[in-house]
């Protein structure tokens, strides 16, 4: 089932049918959203699915675990917890309350393992949330260890507060997803008019809005967001290029549909520069 070489996958790509999942066709749509993009992080990661602790898995984490883990993708309740969850048992209780979480410089090694060798990791924990808001399964990602826990709260800028502004309900769900899944704190609107409104009631870092919208294009919506808040960041992405954006005269970052996700991380990267050269 592990192919070499890289690979693009969704979670139609495996068959389920002896799972606990059953059918992908019939799942939540949390659940199928967070299992596309988990089957495509680059990163080593899990997604936990229901309080029962389902737990399913990228290739990449199938590499780092070894062969002894289990066969990917899992889909079911595996007889002990997962090394990652073990040490972050804190973290990932608050991702299941609904707050994303950060589990710095965690070591952990994998049974059948050399005695002794362990990494450390970063573990970044992101609650899957239903329609209706409650949390149904957390997704969580390991990235190399980026120092110790002090040393990374002293360098690091923090999570943006990031509004993103997509009509497209599915699109919208999954853009949010990802960049919860990086760490940082998203909300989600479909138009113009409920975006304002969130930017006149709350701070944002960014704006992350589609140039295409109904009753006002993404740009006018940018441009009454800056007037109002200078130091808005704005990401565009579109499908047109930056066609669309020949006048603008305000600094902004854009993206052209589809972006890749190393492509989204590198404009959050450099908004995250900026903002940390700000303070």
């Known amino acids: 089932m592990i192919q070499s070489g890289p690979s693009v996958r969704s979670s139609s790509s495996f068959d389920w049918s002896a799972t606990r999942l059953g059918d992908p066709g019939l ?6 959203i967070g299992a596309d993009v988990l089957f495509n992080l680059p990163l080593p990661a899990l997604l936990v699915w229901g309080r029962d602790m389902t737990v399913v898995f990228n290739e990449a984490y199938a590499t780092l675990a070894g062969p ?9 309740v595996p007889p002990v917890m997962p090394p990652p969850l073990a040490v972050a048992v804190n973290e990932l209780e ?23 060798l362990e990494a450390a990791h970063d573990l970044h924990f992101t609650p899957l949330r239903s329609a209706n808001g409650d949390v149904d399964g957390v997704l969580c990602v390991l990235a190399p260890a980026s120092g110790l826990k002090g040393a990374v709260e002293e360098t690091v800028a923090g999570p943006l507060r990031i ?27 479909g138009h113009p008019d409920d975006a304002l409104a969130r930017l006149a009631a709350g701070r944002y870092d960014v704006l992350f809005t589609d140039v295409s919208l109904p009753g006002m294009s993404g740009v006018e919506l940018a441009r009454k967001a800056v007037a109002d808040a200078p130091a808005m960041q704005v990401i565009f992405a579109s499908g ?17 549909k589809p972006y890749e996700l190393d492509q989204l991380q590198a404009a959050l990267d450099k908004v995250s520069g900026q903002k940390q050269a700000r303070t």
């Open 240 to 256: 047109y290029g930056d066609t669309l954006l020949r006048h603008v005269e305000f600094p902004y970052l854009s993206l052209q």
């Open 163 to 189: 509004l993103v502004v997509e009509d497209n309900v599915d699109s919208q769900y999954l853009v949010c997803e990802m960049l919860r899944a990086f760490g940082h704190e998203a909300d989600g609107v």
């Open 27 to 32: 799942w939540p749509l949390p659940l199928r």
């Open 94 to 116: 608050r991702a299941w309350n609904g707050e994303p979480a950060i589990a710095a410089a965690r070591a952990f090694g994998f049974a059948g393992a050399a005695a002794g």
């Open 68 to 76: 002894g883990y289990g066969k990917l993708p899992g889909g079911n």
